[in-house]
T-cell receptor
């Protein structure tokens, strides 16, 4: 299986919260990232969290990190249709980024 | 706009053609990367250049040939490609590869179709 794992698909209603989960493997990863990819576009850096933090909040985005379980999550509050995209988590492993397979978020009006 | 541009955005080529993809970054970064994104695989790192020197070649077939003339520009020369090479090719840059705090910024990608 993939070293960085994400569920493939998430569907939510507009206005609800979305939670996208990720598990990673390298406990020595210094930074963990969330990228967003809209159709036909490249990857947009959304946010990142340093490994000595448990939580980081940036407007509607909240990142939670559980180092013991190697679990990372991205919560999007008040999800909008414009949030529909593929979300990738990535870990900084050995000075290189290793990406998960991406979670496709679909927001229904 | 991330400060990383790629041209062309779309490319259709035959298996006997030779073409090149171009990436330019306006961020003053020193490291540049090529990734391949296929429909059914995770993002795959292909090549890394750090201060114009190639530091990673992730077992990429020789029909892909990278070139980095300076820290701002990166090319991917393509020849004798196969249909399975059809994918989105993404370029990224970062300040300095190898530092644990390094963050990569991506271009919009070139959608390549090999007929």
């Amino acid at each position: 299986g993939e070293d960085v794992e994400q569920s493939l698909f998430l569907s939510v209603r507009e206005g609800d919260s979305s939670v996208i989960n990720c598990t990673y493997t390298d406990s020595s990863s210094t930074y963990l990232y969330w990228y967003k990819q809209e159709p036909g576009a490249g990857l947009q850096l959304l946010t990142y969290i340093f490994s000595n933090m448990d939580m980081k909040q940036d407007q509607r985005l909240t990142v939670l990190l559980n180092k013991k379980d190697k679990h990372l999550s991205l919560r999007i509050a008040d999800t909008q249709t414009g949030d529909s995209a593929i979300y990738f988590c990535a870990e900084n492993r050995g000075n290189m980024l290793t990406f998960g397979g991406g979670t496709r978020l679909m927001v229904k009006p | 706009e991330t400060g990383v541009t790629q041209t062309p955005r779309h490319l259709v080529m035959g298996m006997t053609n030779k073409k090149s993809l171009k990436c330019e970054q306006h961020l003053g970064h020193n490291a540049m990367y090529w990734y391949k994104q296929s429909a059914k695989k995770p993002l795959e790192l292909m090549f890394v250049y750090n201060f114009k020197e190639q530091t990673e070649n992730n077992s990429v077939p020789s029909r892909f040939s990278p070139e980095c003339p300076n820290s701002s520009h990166l090319f991917l020369h393509l020849h004798t490609l196969q249909p399975e090479d059809s994918a989105l090719y993404l370029c990224a840059s970062s300040q300095v590869m190898g530092e644990s705090t390094d963050t990569q910024y991506f271009g919009p990608g070139t959608r390549l179709t090999v007929l």
